[in-house]
């Protein structure tokens, strides 16, 4: 027995020696890898996994919800719905549901299961009202076993894109409903997806296994870990040492470790950097409708654009890998290729528009006044972006020379959505929904209490620029929405509410073991059924 002892203490020393011989260099990240497990780090926990409220991770309910139809490059294709038929008057839309899918439960996918889920997102409707197909559901009809009926109040020509998204509009097996719906929370998280939500420990980490009965083949990464992080230098050590595996861009536009460090893991040769073609616009969102806040006045908006300097921020910030933004949207989104006026980097202009407005710096001041009151204004960001913080400071530094003083907040996502909804801010960092969803979303969202309401209702065409809105999203007219989206665009690019920065993109840092990392039009999840080590 003590011989026994001996030897595998033996064994012990020699293996822990071996370690440390290892020096703790990014090569063990290839050593952490099991050919079928993926760990990812995130800076904040995937949250109330309840598909039809907004608080959850969007790239987790990504893996384990499923809607009817899914946007792609080439338009929307099929998803649980296998075909659909669309009225002459734009009314009726008929999906015929796929066979033999079942929830994670063991619950059948059926035209029954469909209406329960609209119903039940549609009995929470204040809650969905910045998307416009959630104010135009009349009614949800269960056909046949695998036939189910949508019936709107008009025509609206985004359905399909917004049946597309991540939530609301994706299924959870009644079997987890609570007093018949999901509006007063969940049992249970099963989805249709590829993957299961199997554990999950609050700030630590959840886990998500394959589903082996999914109706587009068993993925061939069997677990996937979602570990929760600060982002930064642990994150990047914990990349290093092979702790994580994989960092991806998250559902509110932050890089969980910065340009630099993504870098030197690419360089070190056992990681490699994935990006996407441009999705989103990155920009300060102005409060035109906070009484007492200089935001309310144009004339300050325009100065803080002209003492943005874009280019610059792209190319030192983000290393080049983002592009300075002009305007709202690229030219890519659809109905955005509009011209309109270009606000350049002019520290002397924007001087000049807030003397021209009455903001005047006394000898020797540091900050304009007019009336007594002082040019400061508060701006928002998220505190676990690693860059957010630094464009606020690049520009917090920039608008000091114009006599604009600012004050810089970081706060978590969850804290800057609800200043958002409720008006509580000056100036907060945000972003475009991205290319699958835009114009349409965002432009929807301008006329939304929970989110771009506050931004857009002070402005002097606020009325013309919700009835605009209102009639682009029901107009079967192509040539009429065009003129309409022109005309919605320019009213904002005047007003100078949305002031853009960059044009983001999704990046991702995986090991170069990993194959099939790619992107889904939607910004806010990742095809990690697709992946696998080879």
């Keep these: 027995m003590k011989k026994r002892v001996a030897v595998w203490c033996a064994l012990v020393t020699a293996l822990l020696l071996l370690a440390g011989c290892s020096g703790g260099k990014t090569e063990n990240a290839g050593a952490a ?29 990504g893996m384990v919800y499923e809607s009817l139809v899914e946007n ?26 796929r066979k033999g899918v079942r929830f994670h439960d063991g619950a059948p996918f059926n035209a029954e ?11 929470n409707s ?14 949800v009809r269960a056909v046949d076993e695998h036939t189910v009926q949508l019936v709107l109040t008009g025509p609206y020509y985004p359905a399909l894109l917004e049946l597309a998204m991540t939530r609301p509009y994706v299924f959870l097996s009644p079997n987890d409903f609570i007093n018949g719906g999901t509006k007063d929370g969940v049992k249970g998280f099963n989805g249709t997806g590829p993957y299961k939500l199997t554990e999950h420990q609050t700030d630590r980490h959840a886990v998500f296994e394959a589903n082996e009965s999914y109706w587009g ?12 992080l600060p982002a930064g230098e642990t994150t990047f050590l914990a990349l290093q040492k092979g702790e994580v595996q994989f960092v991806f861009t998250d559902d509110r536009g932050a890089d969980i470790i910065d340009v630099e460090a993504m870098k030197k893991l690419a360089d070190s040769g056992d990681y490699r950097l994935v990006r996407s073609e441009p999705m989103n616009t990155k920009m300060i969102v102005a409060n035109s409708g906070k009484t007492g806040s200089p935001a309310q006045e144009t004339a300050v908006r325009e100065a803080l654009w002209h ?20 305007t709202l949207f690229s030219s890519n989104v659809s109905y955005a290729d509009v011209e309109l006026n270009k606000r350049s980097y002019d520290l002397e202009k924007a001087k000049a528009i807030l003397e021209k407005a009455g903001w005047s710096l006394e000898k020797g001041g540091e900050v304009r006044t007019k009336a007594g009151s002082p040019l400061t204004m508060k701006l928002y960001y998220d505190a676990n972006s690693s860059t957010q913080k630094t464009q606020a400071e690049w520009i917090q530094s920039s608008v000091k020379k114009i006599g604009i003083g600012l004050e810089l907040i970081g706060e978590q996502s969850s804290s800057i959505a609800k200043r958002r909804s409720t008006g509580d801010y000056d100036l907060l960092f945000n972003q475009t929904w991205g290319l699958a969803y835009d114009p349409q979303s965002t432009i929807a969202a301008f006329t939304s209490e929970s989110s771009y309401y506050h931004a857009t209702r002070g402005i002097a065409r606020a009325d013309e620029l919700y009835q605009k809105i209102g009639e682009v999203k029901v107009s079967l007219d192509e040539n009429k929405r ?15 509410v949305f002031i853009p920065i960059t044009n983001g993109s999704v ?4 090991p170069k073991r990993l194959q099939g990392v790619s992107f889904k039009q939607t910004q806010f999840e990742l095809p990690f059924e697709r992946m696998y080590f080879e």
């Design 217 to 228: 083949g068993a993925p061939r990464l069997k677990k996937i870990t979602a570990k929760v």
């Design 72 to 97: 792609t490059k080439d338009g929307i294709k099929p998803l649980l719905a296998e075909s659909w038929d669309i009225s002459a008057d734009g009314k009726t839309y008929t999906f015929h549901l």
């Design 126 to 139: 204040s809650k969905h009202a910045w998307i416009k197909l959630s104010t135009m559901i009349s009614e």
């Design 482 to 496: 065009k003129s309409l989206y022109a005309d919605i665009l320019r009213i904002v690019h005047e007003e100078a």
């Design 33 to 61: 890898e099991k050919a079928d497990e993926l760990v990812y780090a995130t800076a904040k926990d995937i949250n109330d996994m309840n598909p039809h409220l907004y608080t959850g991770s969007m790239p987790a309910q």
């Design 113 to 123: 299961a469909v209406k329960k889920n609209i119903d039940a997102v549609q009995s």
């Design 307 to 326: 003492s943005i300097d874009r280019e610059t921020i792209g190319r030192h910030i983000f290393s080049g890998t983002e592009t300075a933004a002009d």
């Design 507 to 510: 990046t991702v840092v995986a």
